[in-house]
């Protein structure tokens, strides 16, 4: 006589599994591949052909610039978010410490472009909007803000910041009348 145990099957859950880990694994590596919403950094965002983001003339923290610099100039965006996070923080304690009079121009824009650019848009469209409210007269955060949340699909924002640059006057005053005729 022979039972159910005797036909040698195997266990239910584990048939599950075997075919259950091969098929996530195949869906990981499929959403790996297959470009998604920020195949292309940043949707229809540009970034600037430049970090330019000026030394402050201590060379750790120059070397940490440059570095980010360079980065972002080959679109390694985490690369250059880390570094400049690093440098971030260091000048934060050194003006805390009096060493810097603040920081420097365009670090926090590259910053938040760079968490952008690498799929945290929240996160970089928070910090340029910092740099944006502690530099109101500054028509190049306020024109980035505009096209990132244009890109996000956030049009009433947008619509604010592009606004706001058109009225500044800028190098990016037209484009913005541009695109606020077409929203």
Known sequence: MTGNNAQKRPHPAFRVLSWGIPLAALAVIATLIIPGKNAQPGGEVSPPARAGIPYVGFAE???????????????????????????RFFIRA???????????RNLELVLGLSEFY???????????????????????????????????????????????????????SESSKMILEKM
Do not use: C, M
Not at 63 to 81: C, H, L, P, T
Not at 94 to 104: K, Q, V, W, Y
Not at 130 to 135: K, N, V, Y
């Open 61 to 87: 923290i120059d070397s940490i610039i440059a570095g980010a610099s360079g980065a972002f100039e080959k679109g390694d965006y985490k690369e250059s978010a880390s570094l400049l996070a690093r440098a």
């Open 94 to 104: 050194g003006i805390n410490e009096g060493r810097f009079d603040g920081l420097p």
């Open 118 to 172: 690498r799929g945290y848009s929240g996160k970089g469209i928070l910090i340029i909007t910092g740099a944006a409210e502690a530099e109101p007269e500054n028509e190049t955060y306020t024109w980035y803000l505009g096209q990132l949340h244009l890109s996000e699909g956030n049009r009433i924002e947008a619509r604010k910041y592009l606004e706001r640059t058109a009225a500044l006057g800028g190098v990016h």
